[in-house]
Protein backbone atom coordinates (compact mmCIF):
# COMPACT_ATOMS: atom_id res chain seq x y z
CA UNK A 1 0.00 0.00 0.00
CA UNK A 2 2.72 2.36 0.74
CA UNK A 3 4.04 1.97 -2.60
CA UNK A 4 0.76 2.82 -4.22
CA UNK A 5 0.44 6.22 -2.03
CA UNK A 6 3.83 7.32 -3.07
CA UNK A 7 2.64 7.14 -6.75
CA UNK A 8 -0.05 9.30 -6.44
CA UNK A 9 -3.11 6.91 -5.83
CA UNK A 10 -5.00 6.88 -2.63
CA UNK A 11 -7.11 4.36 -1.09
CA UNK A 12 -10.84 4.12 -2.07
CA UNK A 13 -12.27 2.81 1.13
CA UNK A 14 -14.90 5.21 1.86
CA UNK A 15 -13.50 4.33 5.79
CA UNK A 16 -10.43 6.27 5.06
CA UNK A 17 -12.03 9.33 4.25
CA UNK A 18 -14.43 9.08 7.36
CA UNK A 19 -11.81 11.44 9.84
CA UNK A 20 -10.88 13.83 6.90
CA UNK A 21 -14.39 14.18 6.08
CA UNK A 22 -15.45 15.11 9.80
CA UNK A 23 -11.69 17.49 10.76
CA UNK A 24 -13.61 19.15 7.42
CA UNK A 25 -16.82 19.36 9.32
CA UNK A 26 -15.58 20.50 12.41
CA UNK A 27 -13.50 23.35 10.62
CA UNK A 28 -16.73 24.32 8.79
CA UNK A 29 -18.82 24.79 12.17
CA UNK A 30 -16.14 26.66 13.69
CA UNK A 31 -16.19 28.94 10.80
CA UNK A 32 -19.85 28.87 10.28
CA UNK A 33 -20.05 30.00 14.17
CA UNK A 34 -17.39 32.65 14.09
CA UNK A 35 -19.01 34.19 10.91
CA UNK A 36 -22.02 34.42 13.12
CA UNK A 37 -24.12 31.99 10.75
CA UNK A 38 -24.35 29.28 13.55
CA UNK A 39 -25.24 29.63 17.19
CA UNK A 40 -22.26 29.21 19.72
CA UNK A 41 -24.34 27.21 21.67
CA UNK A 42 -25.06 24.60 18.63
CA UNK A 43 -21.53 24.83 18.11
CA UNK A 44 -20.33 23.99 21.65
CA UNK A 45 -22.72 20.70 21.50
CA UNK A 46 -21.83 19.62 18.02
CA UNK A 47 -18.35 20.17 17.61
CA UNK A 48 -17.78 17.24 20.80
CA UNK A 49 -20.04 15.08 18.51
CA UNK A 50 -17.93 15.13 15.71
CA UNK A 51 -14.29 14.55 17.67
CA UNK A 52 -16.28 11.54 19.39
CA UNK A 53 -17.43 9.83 15.99
CA UNK A 54 -13.99 10.42 14.19
CA UNK A 55 -12.33 8.83 17.39
CA UNK A 56 -15.00 5.73 17.18
CA UNK A 57 -14.38 5.51 13.40
CA UNK A 58 -10.87 5.70 13.82
CA UNK A 59 -11.12 2.63 16.49
CA UNK A 60 -13.42 0.47 15.00
CA UNK A 61 -12.03 0.28 11.35
CA UNK A 62 -11.11 -3.34 10.37
CA UNK A 63 -8.26 -4.32 8.07
CA UNK A 64 -9.54 -3.79 4.52
CA UNK A 65 -8.03 -5.50 1.45
CA UNK A 66 -6.03 -2.19 0.79
CA UNK A 67 -4.64 -2.29 4.61
CA UNK A 68 -3.36 -5.76 4.32
CA UNK A 69 0.57 -6.45 3.84
CA UNK A 70 1.20 -7.97 0.02
Given at each position: ?38 A??T ?7 L?M?G??TK????M ?7
Amino acid sequence: MAEDMSQGMSCKCPHHRMVPILAFLLGLLFLLGALGYVAAHTVSIVWPILVMVGGLTKMSKGMCKCCLPK
